[in-house]
């Protein structure tokens, strides 16, 4: 009996001693809670099934730490100018609202693979979609006591699920919390085809007709065609908008029509789409 006292009177003194040395424990920082969630589309509540796979969420009432699922749908979002012209954007952004306690920082995996945070400035969203190499666009407010946190995703408008999982870090990156999951998801009928396609106004361009008939060699009276690419004329000039998620800029194409320029141009991704303008001051989205 009396050893047993002299060794927990030992362990009391050396835990009191490395106390009074200022060692401390890192302790699991709170999960995140989501607090809302905004998008053209709604929130998931019971089943949704995908090609391969069966979700099912609770939905909770928010704020909530458990996994929530929230539905981009249509797939294409139609939009107005100011000249009341009509045209089409796919609907690829979600911006999700998250809170943590203060003094903490946040971290988003897709899978194994943490994804790049940008910081929000002006009229930036994110380029890439979720996945192994997409980024978020992030902005934060801290009150003293909570950390309110805005990501923005792009959703990949091929995949009819795109799961992220956020953790909340302590500051120093030892330790986090348990993982807060939200799924993006597309009904089966509303996913892109072709991800490479061109989203333009108005309906879908047909190939353009190239006259590859020549003169009857035979009729003296029919003229030879004059020098050029387009039945015997040059190119024309257009000046177009091009509006990839609510930014704007104008370029210059060349074809033998407007239907033929916007097929020779290769805009940089499936959320985009073109005005034909005259001059720059037109091009709002």
Known sequence: MLIRIAVLATMLFVFMACSSKGVTVNSIPGQPR?????????????????????????????????????????????????SNDIGVRTNLFVAIVIETPTMTRLKVMFKNTAMTAVDAKPNVLPITSVGHQGEYVVSTSDDGTHKTWTLIFRVNPCMEASEVNIFNMSMDGASRSNPLSVVFLRASTEVRENCGGLAVTG??????????????????????????????????????????????????????????????????????????????????P
């Open 34 to 82: 989501i607090v809302s969630g905004h998008l053209h589309g709604q929130r998931v509540c019971d089943e949704f099934r995908t090609t391969d796979q069966l979700f099912n969420f609770t939905c909770a009432a928010l704020p909530t730490h458990g996994a929530t699922g929230w539905q981009l749908s249509p797939l294409d979002i139609e939009t107005q100018s100011t």
């Open 203 to 284: 309906t879908s361009l047909q190939p353009p007709v190239t006259d590859t008939s020549l003169p009857d060699p035979t009729t003296p009276s029919t003229p030879a065609l004059p020098g050029g690419p387009c039945n015997g004329q040059a190119e024309q000039q257009f000046t177009v908008c091009e509006v990839c998620a609510h930014i704007s800029a104008v370029s210059g194409v060349s074809g033998c029509s407007f239907a033929e320029a916007l097929q020779n141009y290769n805009l940089p991704n499936a959320g985009c789409y073109v005005n034909q303008v005259s001059d720059s001051t037109q091009c709002i």
